[in-house]
């Protein structure tokens, strides 16, 4: 089945400096890969998807790059505020046509004001 | 609108109980998808129903059903709890594919 790897597992940036987390996926027939966040006590929240059509998709301070050939994808956060602190989620779709997300083990960021 | 919704919020059980846990979709969205987050790790796939039909199964032993009903909400039932099913159960709603707008969880703690 499709493994998800996400890292780093913790990380701390000061407020206004960029983020990146980086996950890498194993079944190349993937083609969804979604970015959740997770606040303390709430579900995960989807802020970011992108498909295997596309190279990069942005959405204001938050992007999203995916290289197909290497298998992996990156979430970057621009000017990070301390409302963005929380656990960053990975995930695919386990295969073209496949009903279910696998998920990567979360990032959690700490922006620190 | 209202987003997913997922009734009880928390719930306390004993080992060999029984337990139904209740989600309700976004509206005009068809497809409902249960995962299990144990603390500190990503959620994991259980089940997907898509017009009241099974689409998708993980790797979770038959203790752990569910169905979905005409107006699209579902339940999930976990049969002989174990200490190791507390977990946060989470119900995610989408027009059909995977994924999509998860709701708050319900906590089950098994004791």
């Known amino acids: 089945g499709e493994n998800v790897e996400q890292h780093p597992s913790t990380l701390s940036v000061q407020e206004g400096d960029s983020a990146v987390i980086k996950c890498t996926y194993s079944d190349s027939a993937s083609n969804y890969f979604p970015w959740y966040k997770q606040e303390l006590g709430k579900g995960p929240q989807l802020i970011i998807d992108i498909r295997s059509n596309v190279g990069e998709k942005k959405d204001q301070r938050i992007a999203v790059t995916l290289n197909k050939t290497a298998k992996h994808f990156s979430l970057h956060i621009t000017e990070t505020q301390p409302e963005d602190s929380a656990v960053y989620f990975c995930a695919s779709n386990s295969g073209a046509g496949s009903y279910q997300l696998t998920f990567g083990k979360g990032t959690k960021l700490s922006v620190i004001p | ?111």
């Open chain 2, 1 to 111: 609108d209202a987003g997913v919704t997922q009734s009880p919020t928390h719930l306390i059980k004993t080992r060999g109980q029984h337990v139904t846990l209740r989600c309700s979709p976004i509206s005009g969205h068809k497809s409902v998808s249960w995962y299990q987050q144990v603390l500190g790790q990503g959620p994991q796939f259980i089940f997907q129903y898509y017009e009241k039909e099974e689409r998708g199964r993980g790797n979770f032993p038959d203790r752990f059903s569910a169905r979905q009903f005409p107006n699209y909400s579902s339940e999930l039932n976990v049969n002989a709890l174990l200490l190791g099913d507390s977990a946060l159960y989470l119900c995610a709603s989408s027009l059909q594919g995977a994924g999509g707008n998860f709701g708050p969880g319900t906590r089950l703690t098994v004791l």
